[in-house]
C-alpha cells in the first residue's frame, strides 16, 4: 500500500481515526510507522493528507490531517465484456490503479452466461479489489460500477447518460493505428469510452453496433490479448496520449 484510505465514517470530529485488520498490520509491519511516525492517508472519494501514528498498544490511532485536494475523476471510463470470474476479480485492482471513472461490466456474444453468478461481482467483494489498486496508486476516487446483461440495450440506450464523451475507441486486434494524436488534442476536460472485448473478440455485430454508435475502431498491434493485459496496455496508451 502507497497509500491508507479511510471511510469518510471513520474519522473522528478530532480528525483521529483508529484503524484494526489488514491496515493496521500493513502500518505496523510493513511500513513499520512508530509512535510520531507519519503516513500517507486519505479518504476515500475526499482528499489525501497525512497521518500520525499518536499510539501503538492495544489499537493503532492515527490523527489525520487531510490538506491536500480532492483528485480528480479519471478522464477515461471502460466498457468491459465479463471476462472469466477470475480474470475479472485480478483486473478490479488494475482498473483502478490504472485510473477509472467507471467500469460498465457487459455481456457479449462470446461471454459464458454463467460468469454473471460469480460472486466477483458483488457489490462488497468488488469494492474491496478497487480499494486495494486506489492504495497502490494514491489516489482516493472510487470507480463506479455498473454491471449491464443485454449488450445491445446498454449501447443504444444507456451509453449517452454516462458521458459525454469526446471519444468512443473499441479495441479489435489488428485493426486501425491507435489515434495518440488526435486524444492529445482533445480538451482537458474530455473524456474517454473504451470498449474491451471478451478474449475470444468482438463478433461483426457487435463491432458495427458500436460503430453506429460512435465507436471508433483502434488497436495497439496485431497481437490478441488476454482481457487484464490488454486492459493495461490500452489504458496506458489512452491516458499517455491524454497527459
Not at 454463467?114 to 479489489?129: C, I, Q, S
Not at 472485448?197 to 453496433?209: D, F, Q
Not at 495497439?220 to 489504458?235: I, K, Q, S, Y
Request: neutral net charge.
Amino acid at each position: 500500500m502507497n497509500l491508507i484510505l479511510l471511510e469518510p465514517d471513520e474519522i473522528q470530529a478530532d480528525g483521529v481515526a483508529v484503524l484494526a485488520g489488514k491496515r493496521a498490520r500493513h502500518v505496523r509491519e510493513v511500513l513499520q510507522a512508530s509512535e510520531g511516525e507519519q503516513i500517507r492517508v486519505g479518504v476515500i472519494d475526499g482528499p489525501l493528507g497525512t497521518a500520525t501514528v499518536v499510539e501503538d498498544a492495544k489499537q493503532l490511532r492515527l490523527q489525520c490531517k487531510l490538506s491536500d485536494p480532492v483528485p480528480s475523476v479519471p478522464r477515461v471510463d471502460v466498457l468491459l465484456a465479463m471476462p472469466r470470474p477470475k480474470v475479472m476479480n485480478r483486473l478490479w485492482p488494475v482498473l483502478a490503479a490504472l485510473g477509472v471513472g467507471r467500469i460498465l461490466v457487459s455481456n457479449a456474444w462470446k461471454t459464458e452466461r454463467n460468469y454473471f453468478d460469480t460472486h466477483v461481482l458483488e457489490p462488497e467483494h468488488l469494492r474491496a479489489g478497487l480499494v486495494e489498486g486506489l492504495q497502490q496508486a494514491r489516489d482516493t476516487r472510487l470507480p463506479q460500477v455498473g454491471v449491464h446483461k443485454q449488450f445491445k440495450k446498454l449501447v443504444e440506450d444507456k451509453l449517452d447518460g454516462f458521458g459525454p464523451y469526446a471519444a468512443r475507441l473499441v479495441a479489435h486486434p489488428g485493426a486501425g493505428a491507435f489515434p495518440s494524436e488526435p486524444l492529445a488534442a482533445l480538451p482537458r476536460d474530455a473524456r474517454v469510452l473504451l470498449a474491451v472485448g471478451p478474449e475470444g473478440g468482438w463478433t461483426p455485430y457487435e463491432l458495427e453496433l458500436l460503430a453506429q454508435h460512435g465507436f471508433e475502431t483502434v488497436s495497439w498491434g496485431p497481437r490478441p490479448l488476454r482481457t487484464d493485459t490488454a486492459c493495461a496496455v490500452l489504458l496506458g496508451l489512452v491516458h499517455a496520449a491524454l497527459r
